[in-house]
């Protein structure tokens, strides 16, 4: 992983910003692709390493948690939930829900402010 460097002073995490990056991760990684249990683990582990390289690009004072569920597509759905205790001026998190016809993702980013 590349060495952190700070670029700017800007307080709070861009949700925005972060769903964007990871969008384009998941699109890049399941975008065309049929959903095929045999290459879930290495579809997960490109979405959240190529979205947490990303971030970390962006010199921002964070430490990322990035977690990513792939499942098949059913009549049953797909439900999850976190919870967090943090400060929320300054710590954030975002969701990033994708589907096709066989299967449904959801990333979440979580955003925890380096006090330096």
Do not use: P
């Amino acid at each position: 992983m590349e060495e952190y460097h700070r670029h700017c002073d800007e307080v709070g995490f861009n949700a925005d910003e972060a769903h964007n990056i990871v969008k384009e991760c998941v699109d890049g990684v399941l975008g065309g692709e049929d959903y095929n249990h045999n290459n879930i683990n290495q579809w997960t582990a490109s979405i959240v390493e190529q979205s947490l390289t990303h971030l970390v690009k962006l010199g921002k004072a964070y430490k990322y948690i990035v977690t990513c569920a792939v499942v098949q597509k059913s009549a049953y759905g797909f439900h999850t939930a976190s919870s967090c205790f943090w400060d929320t001026t300054a710590d954030g998190t975002c969701t990033v829900r994708w589907e096709n016809r066989t299967m449904n993702c959801v990333v979440n980013v979580f955003a925890i402010a380096i006090v330096l």
